[in-house]
């Protein structure tokens, strides 16, 4: 691996973006939002109007579809078919699909190759289900980010969000190919009483003794 790559995994509303956003500005990596590549092929089963569950249908679409991948430096973008679906990528009804579509495995297949890709350009931290176990799993960086599920249904709909944590967190658990799960030497953090600086100082931490080669000037950021 010539770039270094740091896992961020967790169920949802663990705080995982913005742990990854966060250690992208203050290491000078790029955050690659892996979530949002399911979110967005979510969003183009049902504007193309193909029920999420009938899984030929969906693999016949994602086998025609150009998925574009790419970063503004610090965050990563995405377009498909030319076009950007970030704002609709956190409605209510990507939120009740997204899980159906990402247990399909040559959704995972697909995604999993472009969110490899990055390697290829850049110093990454991702953050997902299965980037430590699945897409990176040779990384000594990795970290699995936990929260209490009332604590993360309260920061789910304090966001004004619609969203089941529970039901999508027992399918993404539960799924066959890539399932939710603490990778190989992942150190779990659990933010459930953690402010986000807190979190963010107790990562930090959880890196260097991972090993990860930290600039003293960016740790005095803290
Ligand atoms: O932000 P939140 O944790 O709620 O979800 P997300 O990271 O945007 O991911 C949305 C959904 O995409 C998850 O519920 C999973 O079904 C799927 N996902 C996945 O299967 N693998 C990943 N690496 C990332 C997301
Ligand atoms: O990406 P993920 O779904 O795992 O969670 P997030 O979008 O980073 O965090 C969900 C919400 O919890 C956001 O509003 C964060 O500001 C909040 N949060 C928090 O209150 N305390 C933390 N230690 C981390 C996140």
Redesign the pocket.
């Known amino acids: 691996m010539n770039h270094h790559a740091i896992a961020i995994d ?1 169920p ?7 742990m990854a956003r966060a250690l992208a500005e203050r290491l000078g990596l790029v955050m690659v939002n892996s979530g949002a590549m399911y979110r967005a092929v979510t969003w183009k089963v049902l504007e193309e109007k193909i029920n999420p569950t009938d899984a030929a249908a969906v693999r016949e679409l994602v086998g025609r579809i150009r998925i574009d991948c790419g970063h503004d430096g610090t965050f990563s973008t995405i377009s498909i078919d030319g076009v950007d679906p970030t704002p609709f990528l956190r409605s209510a009804e990507v939120n009740a699909n997204v899980s159906a579509i990402s247990a399909i495995p040559e959704v995972r297949e697909k995604l999993v190759a472009l969110q490899r890709d990055y390697l290829k350009s850049t110093h990454v931290v991702m ?1 997902g289900r299965d980037i430590g176990s699945v897409v990176f799993p040779e990384t000594p960086f990795k970290i699995y980010i936990d929260a209490d599920p009332s604590v993360r249904n309260h ?2 709909s ?2 004004g969000e619609v969203d089941s944590v529970e039901t999508r967190d027992a399918a993404d658990s539960s799924r066959t190919t890539a399932p939710l799960v603490i990778a190989d030497g992942a150190t779990v953090l659990d ?1 459930s009483k ?3 600086e807190g ?1 963010i100082k107790a990562a930090i931490d959880i890196l260097r003794a991972q090993g990860f080669p930290m600039k003293q000037s960016e740790t005095l950021k803290i």
């Not at 949802?12 to 913005?18: L, P, Q, R, V």
């Open positions: 967790g949802a509303a663990s705080g995982k973006s913005t953050e920061r789910r304090d966001d933010t953690l402010s986000i979190a």
